[in-house]
C-alpha cells in the first residue's frame, strides 16, 4: 500500500529554502517507491509502501521542526511514473487534503486517507508523537540517540561521560519508552487508513 507524503516549508519567505538539503538527507536514508523531489517551490513529495518508514520520516520533519506534513493513503495510478510529480490516484489527492489541513494544525501534520476514521486515527497517534518529540530536551535526545542505536545504557552512559542513571532520567525524561508504544500503533494505523 502506498503512502504520499506531501511536505511544505513552513514561512518559506521569511527563511531559507531547506527543500533541497532535506531533500538531499532523505533520499540518501529512506528506501522509498518514488523518490522525494520538490514539486513546486518550497513543497516536496515523496511516495513510500512502508508505513514504519512512514513514520520515521514524519518524526525525523517534526524534530527539524520546519514543515507542514500531509500523508495521504490508498491506491496510486498504475504503472507508476518515473517522477513523484507525475503520480496521481486517491492517495496524492489525499496527501494534498492533508498538507493543506496540517497548515492550521498545531501538530503541523495531518493524515487522510482510504478510510477516514483510521486516518483519523493515525493522524491522532501521529500528532501525541510530534508533541512527545517536540518538546524533548538535547540531553534527552543525546541519550536516546545512542540507544536507539543499539548502546546498552552502561555504553550510553560511558560514551556521554554521565551515570548510567542519569541517561535512564533522560530517557524517563524524554518519554522514550511511550514512543516505542505508540510507534507501532501509528504504523498500523496507517495501514488501515490505506484500507
Given at each position: 500500500m502506498p503512502f504520499v507524503l506531501t511536505?511544505?516549508?513552513?514561512a518559506s519567505r521569511r527563511t531559507t529554502d531547506r527543500v533541497a538539503e532535506v531533500l538531499q538527507r532523505l533520499n540518501a536514508a529512506v528506501?522509498?517507491?518514488l523518490a522525494f523531489e520538490?514539486?513546486?517551490g518550497d513543497e516536496f513529495q515523496g511516495v513510500l509502501d512502508d508505513?514504519?518508514?512512514v513514520v520515521d520520516v514524519v518524526l525525523d520533519l517534526v524534530r527539524a521542526g520546519e514543515w507542514s506534513i500531509g500523508i495521504g493513503a490508498g491506491p496510486v495510478q498504475t504503472p507508476l511514473p518515473k517522477?513523484?510529480?507525475a503520480g496521481a490516484g486517491p492517495a496524492f489527492l489525499s496527501a494534498r487534503r492533508a498538507v493543506d489541513a496540517a497548515k492550521q494544525r498545531p501538530s503541523r501534520l495531518a493524515v487522510r486517507g482510504a478510510v477516514p476514521a483510521d486516518a483519523a486515527d493515525a493522524q491522532a497517534v501521529l500528532s501525541a508523537l510530534a508533541v512527545l518529540v517536540d518538546r524533548r530536551s538535547d540531553q534527552a535526545w543525546e541519550a536516546i540517540g545512542l540507544v536507539a542505536e543499539g548502546r546498552t545504557q552502561a555504553q550510553a552512559a560511558t560514551e556521554l561521560g554521565i551515570s548510567r542513571?542519569?541517561?535512564g532520567q533522560r530517557l524517563a525524561a524524554g518519554l522514550w519508552d511511550l514512543e516505542r508504544e505508540l510507534r507501532p500503533t501509528a504504523t498500523r494505523?496507517?495501514?488501515?487508513?490505506g484500507g
Open positions: 511536505v511544505d516549508q513552513k528506501p522509498t517507491v520538490r514539486t513546486a508505513p514504519g518508514q517522477s513523484t510529480r542513571q542519569a541517561v494505523l496507517l495501514t488501515r487508513a
